[in-house]
């Protein structure tokens, strides 16, 4: 069974941090980059971070470049999403996907059900 469930989401305050797990079956994982993407109100998804399957590269969205940290753990199968210096622009749904390493939706294969994170000013 392929399975990728995000925890970690909340209301934070601008300039908080918040930390985003997302826990996957090894059909997902194993083998694959995996990113977040993110979709605010009203708007369409967006990529956020990703990282390849060794954990040696990571490629992020400019607006949180210096801001976001992404990381996997292989032998937990999990992959994360530390967020410092939060602004109210980062709410949204985020969710995790597994596939390969681009910024594009369209090559991911398998998605969580997302977790919301909500910034206030």
């Known amino acids: 069974q392929v399975q990728l469930v995000e925890s970690g989401g909340g209301l934070a305050q601008a300039g908080g941090s918040l930390r985003l797990s997302c826990a996957a079956s090894?059909?997902?994982?194993?083998?694959?980059?995996m990113a977040w993407f993110r979709q605010a109100p009203g708007k369409e998804r967006e990529f956020v971070a990703a990282?390849?399957?060794?954990?040696?590269?990571?490629y992020y969205q400019e607006s949180v470049k210096g801001r976001f940290t992404i990381s996997r753990d292989n032998a937990k199968k999990s992959v994360f999403l530390q967020m410092d210096s939060l602004r109210p622009e980062d709410t949204a749904v985020y969710y995790c996907?597994?596939?390969?390493?681009?910024?594009?939706?369209?090559?991911?294969?398998?998605w969580g059900l997302g977790t919301q994170v909500t910034v206030s000013s």
């Open positions: 996907a597994a596939g390969a390493y681009t910024t594009s939706e369209s090559t991911y294969n398998h």
């Open positions: 090894a059909r997902a994982f194993d083998g694959n980059a």
């Open positions: 990282i390849i399957q060794s954990g040696r590269h990571t």
